[in-house]
């Protein structure tokens, strides 16, 4: 009996599972990595904001 209700259970997710395959199609969005050799970050992308940007952003003064 329980071997029973454990198969009905399996078939059940493999059922659930075949049906939420999505076809293959053209991708929704852009693919990672279509913006190479077309977007061109500076050296100093990661250096510190000047002070008058960083406390605008921030609320302060000063």
């Known amino acids: 009996m329980k071997r029973e209700i454990f198969s009905e259970s399996v078939e059940a997710v ?6 939420r395959l999505i076809p ?8 990672i990595g279509a913006m190479k050799d077309k977007l061109i970050l500076p050296e100093d992308l990661d250096a510190p904001l000047p ?5 605008a952003f921030e609320g302060t003064q000063g």
């Open 24 to 31: 293959l199609s053209k991708p929704c969005c852009p693919r």
């Open 51 to 55: 002070d008058d940007t960083l406390n």
């Open 14 to 19: 493999e059922a659930w599972a075949t049906k």
